[in-house]
């Protein structure tokens, strides 16, 4: 079965700090991986994709990079801001589903 | 581009009442999708359409559920008798199919927030 798995499922940190948030996934045949946002009640947010082919995508202070061999992905975020507090979510376009399927969400907090 | 905009943001019905939802996707997007999110958890695949085409049904969407696309833009979904466990946020996305199956990354709307009491 294919399924993506987020741990921690809530992260708390002071301001400031550089954190990473984690995503596995069980298949490694893969089309591509996107990290999203949401804040409370609102919809997603695309931060980044990252294409099967490549290791690493970067946008601002946000990095994400793609292992597909082990089935990992990382969002590293830098210098973190309260503005960053909200749920992030991974999602996998596993080869022949035509869908993404979501990890259940690390919820983040940064703590002025 | 004014990105997927859904409607309504929040309905509230009472149990056995029907309700409708309206998606708008991005004009140019091909593809069209349905996801399910319930608090703390993530967005659940319920159906996708491909131009007017309704290719895919999660085992999620029960026969109460019903989803349409019938010119290939707007969707809308339809939940019958509704049940209060189908209170949840009901999000829409679009995409454009590129080569070989892949999608382009998917665009999300706000999506309708439903409370069956």
């Known amino acids: 079965k294919q399924e993506v798995t987020q741990i921690p499922a809530a992260l708390s940190v002071p301001e400031g700090e550089n954190l990473v948030l984690n995503c596995s996934f069980t298949?490694?045949?893969?089309?591509?991986l996107q990290w999203f946002r949401q804040d409370p009640g609102k919809g997603l947010t695309s931060l980044l994709l990252?294409?099967?082919?490549?290791r690493e995508q970067t946008s601002g202070r946000l990095n994400a990079s793609l292992d597909k061999s082990s089935g990992r992905s990382t969002l590293y975020i830098a210098a973190s801001q309260p503005g960053d507090s909200a749920t992030y979510l991974c999602?996998?376009?596993?080869?022949?589903?035509?869908?993404?399927?979501f990890g259940q969400g690390t919820r983040l907090t940064i703590n002025p | 581009d004014t990105g997927v905009s859904q409607d309504p943001r929040h309905k509230i019905t009472k149990r056995g009442q029907n309700v409708t939802f309206r998606c708008d996707p991005i004009?140019?997007?091909?593809?069209l999708y349905w996801y399910r999110q319930t608090l703390g958890q993530g967005p659940e695949f319920l159906t996708y359409?491909?131009?007017?085409?309704?290719?895919?049904k999660s085992r999620l969407l029960s026969d109460r559920f019903s989803a349409e696309r019938p010119k290939g833009s707007f969707s809308t979904l339809e939940i019958q008798r509704t049940e209060q466990g189908d209170s949840a946020m009901y999000l829409c996305?679009?995409?454009?199919?590129?080569?070989?199956?892949?999608?382009?990354?998917?665009?999300f709307g706000n999506g309708t927030r439903l409370t069956v009491t």
């Open positions: 996305a679009s995409s454009l199919l590129l080569g070989q199956g892949e999608n382009s990354p998917l665009h």
């Open positions: 298949d490694s045949a893969i089309y591509n």
């Open positions: 990252i294409q099967s082919s490549q």
């Open positions: 999602a996998v376009n596993f080869q022949g589903a035509q869908k993404l399927v």
């Open positions: 004009s140019e997007h091909n593809r």
């Open positions: 359409f491909q131009n007017e085409a309704q290719l895919e």
